[in-house]
């Protein structure tokens, strides 16, 4: 079955934002984009209506009907959750990846059946799609309630790190892997452990192979915050402290500082460089982004 959103010029910028990484050209010249997924097609034509596609759709077109608030459908769409969306389990996710300013945050959380019930009244949605003082809200209540396990890599600590020889996914694949293991002795459960997936997962193990007492996932997802509940809520956790963070070190250099990676950031940085010096952004900034590069050029 099909279902079509109208949308408007801005939301189908922000639609396309949201699956940049999958988001083709088409060589039908009315098609803007194509998004394939697993069961799912959605394009997106050049006169702003986006037909959704495949086992999932109804799922996704509802999602994006609730999100932009349209009430354009006769009948609103009834459809049923992902068969797993609740199954009890740990999920994983990370935060501050993409950001220059801010540490890497990685939390694990427990979605059991106890749970559920009050996580639905809290309406839980994608990390991204949610604005911060949302997510603010939603974690104080989530961190009360919801069995985690939570790491916050510094700066400082990233930036050896990285030094040292890591890339970027194989400490996110330790950060993760020691999140899990806290967690499964903290709730003194093995039950299944689903990331959201950055690599692939022979490259999981891989990188992992030096970890003592791994607990292999049992399912690596990509966009899984959108499939496992418990996955969401470890997103929004992970986002959470990523934000406190970056205020905290916003307030402590007395610059508050920006998310993410753009123009505008590489200036801070170069202001900060120049103001402040190397010794500080090392301890506020991941430094191996072509950030740093281009901040000394500027
Ligand atoms: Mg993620």
């Known amino acids: 079955m099909n279902f079509v959103l109208s949308l408007t010029s801005e939301q189908v910028l922000f639609f396309l934002d949201y699956y940049k990484n999958e988001a083709e050209p088409s060589d039908n010249t009315h098609i ?6 697993n069961e ?8 702003n209506k986006v037909v959704f596609q495949g086992k999932t759709a109804a799922k ?10 349209l ?6 769409i009834k459809v049923e959750m992902h068969s797993d969306y609740y199954l009890p389990s740990i999920g994983s996710d990370e935060s501050g990846v993409g950001d220059y300013f801010g540490p890497l945050t990685v939390c694990a959380a427990y979605v059991g059946e106890e749970h559920i019930s009050w996580l639905k009244t809290l309406k839980i949605k994608d990390s991204k799609l949610i604005k911060d003082v949302e997510i603010k809200k939603i974690a104080v209540q989530l961190i009360e309630k919801i069995p985690y396990s939570l790491l916050i890599l510094d700066n400082e600590k990233y930036n050896q790190m990285i030094e040292k ?19 499964t ?5 093995k039950v299944p452990i689903i990331v959201d997936q950055f690599c692939t997962e022979a490259q999981y193990k891989n990188y992992t192979k030096d970890f003592k007492g791994l ?9 899984a915050e959108s499939y496992y509940l418990s996955v969401a809520v470890a997103s929004i956790i992970a986002r959470y402290s990523f934000i ?8 402590k250099i007395g610059v508050p500082l920006l998310k993410g990676a753009s123009g505008k950031v590489d200036e801070l940085a170069k202001f900060i460089l120049d103001t402040k010096g190397e010794k500080t952004l090392r301890k506020i900034a991941k430094v191996h982004f072509k950030t740093t590069q281009k901040a000394t050029q500027l």
């Open 165 to 183: 020889g890591y890339n970027a996914h194989k400490l996110k694949a330790h950060l993760h892997a020691q999140c899990h293991k806290h967690l």
């Open 32 to 37: 803007k984009r194509v998004i394939t997924d």
């Open 185 to 189: 002795k903290k709730i003194g459960l």
């Open 60 to 69: 996704h077109a509802l999602f994006w009907q609730e999100k932009f608030g």
């Open 40 to 47: 799912l097609t959605i394009t997106v034509y050049h006169t």
């Open 215 to 223: 607990i292999m996932p049992t399912h690596f997802q990509t966009k």
């Open 244 to 251: 406190t963070k970056l205020d905290q070190l916003s307030e």
């Open 71 to 76: 009430e354009d459908f006769k009948q609103p």
